[in-house]
């Protein structure tokens, strides 16, 4: 199952543009990274709290997606405790609570020196629809 959901998320556009690669995803469980690069950056040099949002929210749509049925953000929110400008990010999903209707994530973004960038937690709206894999390229 989590190569078909990495299979998924390749098809993601906005995540690869920003430089997001899917590490794990499984059971309300996600990890996912992001090597930063110059646009990143916002005006004064540090990543942009957009970059940092993507990645959590990334990652946040790996987990709650990851129980085979379509779900979709239907809140988030992101706090950031820390600048930051180089180096590369891990983003850390967990569940936090799971009914036949809602999911609730927490992701933690941290520095590859373990230092905590940034918190965001998501709510997610579970469909009854399965997910729609990416099909294997002939």
């Given at each position: 199952a989590m190569?078909?959901?990495?299979?998924?998320?390749?098809?993601?556009?906005?995540?690869?543009?920003?430089?997001?690669?899917?590490?794990?995803?499984?059971?309300?469980?996600?990890?996912?990274k992001m090597t930063l690069h110059p646009h990143h950056w916002n005006g004064i040099g540090t990543v942009h709290g957009g970059a940092l949002f993507t990645l959590a929210d990334f990652c946040f749509a790996a987990a709650c997606n990851s129980h085979g049925t379509v779900a979709v953000a239907i809140d988030a929110n992101i706090t950031f405790m820390k600048a930051i400008?180089?180096?590369?990010?891990?983003?850390?999903?967990?569940?936090?609570?799971?009914?036949?209707?809602?999911?609730?994530?927490?992701?933690?973004?941290?520095?590859?020196?373990?230092?905590?960038?940034?918190?965001?937690?998501?709510?997610?709206?579970?469909?009854?629809?399965?997910?729609?894999?990416?099909k294997p390229s002939a």
């Open positions: 190569s078909t959901i990495h299979d998924y998320f390749k098809t993601d556009q906005f995540g690869a543009r920003n430089n997001i690669e899917l590490l794990e995803a499984g059971a309300g469980h996600a990890k996912a400008s180089a180096g590369t990010l891990y983003a850390e999903a967990r569940e936090i609570a799971k009914n036949f209707k809602l999911g609730s994530y927490v992701v933690e973004v941290r520095s590859d020196q373990g230092d905590l960038i940034a918190q965001f937690q998501g709510l997610a709206y579970r469909k009854k629809d399965p997910l729609p894999f990416a």
